[in-house]
């Protein structure tokens, strides 16, 4: 599969599959392209746009049609990278990803996979966690770089990576962010987060955990990422809740502004049957809570709540435009307790009780605190706050002058 050039018409590139050239337009920030064809053919949808002079269209990631080496260092992002040898191919690396104990033997390609700062990351949700967004909730559990997701538009494609098992008829929820920090990332291999891997499934929601790095998969390798400790991240300025509907058409449905804690509306009313019932479609902005979880920077020797903008913006957060100071350093605090031995955030406070999330859960936990898990990977359990030791706030100060990426260890190197 390889660009050929560019063509004449509404599209601009002109890519061949399986010997046949097709028109195309890149998506995805370059990350992925739009396929188009006049006849029906494996992987073609009918295309949704009115009048489209090609009737059928197929979405491809950039590293299938990309193979020089000067096409690859144009993306935002670095590929997955694999060691040439003769006994390994593609289908045998997916085969390695699917495959627990493998984990070691993928290292040397796992850790191409590297968050940096401003890297576009994403989770999928279901209409639940799509409403709990609006509602407040921050980010948190597993995630994966944009990048390397961009061609998995449908909802049976992205079945793999979301809780829910839709249709063709259904829809799949996103929330999309730039990454503040390598920091707040980590890889869930086996030899840290071992009690995923090994948790019942009575005990789990979605997908299990493989810990190889990977999600599970019978055709895509996706490199999978969790927030570090399982803890929640609060939300970047721009950070995005879009959707995906049968045909692969993305929609974005809410821009997040920091400075008023809201969600700005960016649907028009033909998107308005996509969204839950329990969500009011009309309404130009959800008023937000405030999690405990936060981005904290130092202005001038002081301390102040901070609104980060990745990957080069970081302010005090004010709403006042005048009173939004450009940080001199920058933290993400997180709340942490121990409660009977187990390590935990603190994810809200009611009166004496403590809304704890295990940061390494495993069966015996689970079973010992009466954890609940709330969606895949994460188990929470209200404490009383007399039991509760240990209990503090962290803060983790960035280098906001270096762009840093995830160190070996946190991808098993």
Not at 125 to 135: D, F, I, N, S, V
Request: hydrophobic share 35%; with cysteine; aromatic share 10%.
């Amino acid at each position: 599969m390889t660009v050929i050039g560019h063509t004449a018409g509404s599209a601009t590139h002109s890519v061949t599959l399986d010997g046949t050239t097709y028109p195309a337009d890149e998506i995805a920030q370059g990350a992925a392209f739009e396929v188009y064809s006049a006849q029906p053919g494996p992987g073609f949808l009918p295309n949704p746009r009115p009048g489209a002079r090609w009737p059928f269209r197929r979405f491809v990631h950039a590293t299938d049609v990309v193979t020089s080496l000067d096409g690859l260092s144009g993306f935002e992002d670095e590929p997955l990278a694999m060691p040439v040898t003769r006994a390994m191919d593609w289908a045998g690396l997916h085969k390695l990803t699917q495959t627990p104990s493998a984990s070691g033997h993928l290292a040397p390609i796992r850790r191409t996979a590297t968050v940096r700062r401003g890297t576009r990351m994403i989770k999928f949700l279901t209409g639940r966690q799509l409403g709990g967004h609006l509602r407040g909730w921050p980010i948190s559990g597993f995630c994966y770089r944009a990048f390397d997701v961009a061609h998995l538009r449908t909802p049976q494609d992205l079945a793999i990576l979301s809780e829910g098992t839709p249709s063709s008829d259904d829809v799949v929820f996103a929330i999309r962010w730039r990454a503040v920090d390598p920091w707040d990332y980590e890889v869930p291999l086996a030899d840290s987060y071992g009690g995923l891997v090994t948790m019942p499934p009575h005990d789990r929601l979605g997908s299990p955990v493989i810990g190889t790095g990977f999600a599970p998969s019978g055709r895509h390798i996706v490199p999978e990422f969790v927030t570090r400790d399982l803890a929640e991240l609060p939300v970047p300025a721009n950070t995005s809740l879009v959707a995906y509907t049968g045909d692969g058409t993305e929609v974005t449905l809410y821009t997040y502004l920091p400075e008023q804690r809201a969600w700005s509306r960016m649907h028009g009313p033909q998107w308005r049957h996509l969204l839950p019932d329990t969500i009011a479609g009309d309404q130009e902005y959800f008023p937000t809570t405030t999690p405990l979880a936060c981005y904290v920077g130092r202005y001038r020797e002081n301390i102040y709540e901070a609104i980060v903008d990745p990957p080069g913006e970081f302010r005090v957060a004010a709403k006042t435009r005048a009173a939004r100071y450009p940080l001199d350093a920058l933290a993400r605090r997180v709340p942490s307790a121990t409660w009977r031995n187990a390590p935990c955030t603190v994810i809200r406070e009611e009166g004496d009780w403590l809304r704890l999330r295990l940061s390494r859960p495993d069966g015996d936990q689970v079973a010992r605190l009466g954890a609940h898990c709330v969606e895949r990977g994460l188990y929470e359990a209200w404490a009383p706050g007399a039991e509760v030791t240990d209990a503090r706030e962290d803060d983790h100060w960035f280098e906001l002058l270096a762009v840093t990426r995830l160190s070996p260890s946190a991808t098993g190197g």
